[in-house]
Nanobody, 120 residues
Framework: QVQLVESGGGLVQPGGSLRLSCAAS????????MGWYRQAPGKQRELVAA???????NYVDSVKGRFTISRDNAKNTVALQMNSLKPEDTAVYFC??????????????WGQGTQVSVSS
């Protein structure tokens, strides 16, 4: 089993910044991809940013130039630096990791979610 623990959510004014962090633990052999998803009330969960073990990144168009995803493979952590936040960024943000466990099984794990609220 692989567990994800998130931190860093909160309330910020438009134009402000937040940094989300996620730490993975458990029977991890390899994590292929780590990413951040978000879900606003009444909307479908969407991928915000993802990063592979090799460092390749992908962002949803609405956050390009404002958000930066990074990971530390040695520490099994991923972070999302969010700058120039907008009210439409308000959502519950979830950490996600896909990989291979030490038991030679694929896993797809989710964090508990952390609230990000952008409001004046």
């Amino acid at each position: 089993q692989v567990q994800l623990v998130e931190s860093g959510g909160g309330l910020v004014q438009p134009g402000g910044s937040l940094r989300l962090s996620c730490a993975a633990s458990g029977s991890i052999f390899s994590m292929y991809v780590m990413g951040w998803y978000r879900q606003a009330p009444g909307k479908q969960r969407e991928l915000v940013a993802a990063i592979t073990s090799g460092g390749s990144t992908n962002y949803v168009d609405s956050v390009k130039g404002r958000f930066t995803i990074s990971r530390d493979n040695a520490k099994n952590t991923v972070a999302l630096q969010m700058n120039s936040l907008k009210p439409e960024d308000t959502a519950v943000y979830f950490c996600n990791a896909r990989g291979r466990s030490s038991l030679d099984l694929d896993f797809n794990s989710w964090g508990q979610g952390t609230q990000v609220s952008v409001s004046s």
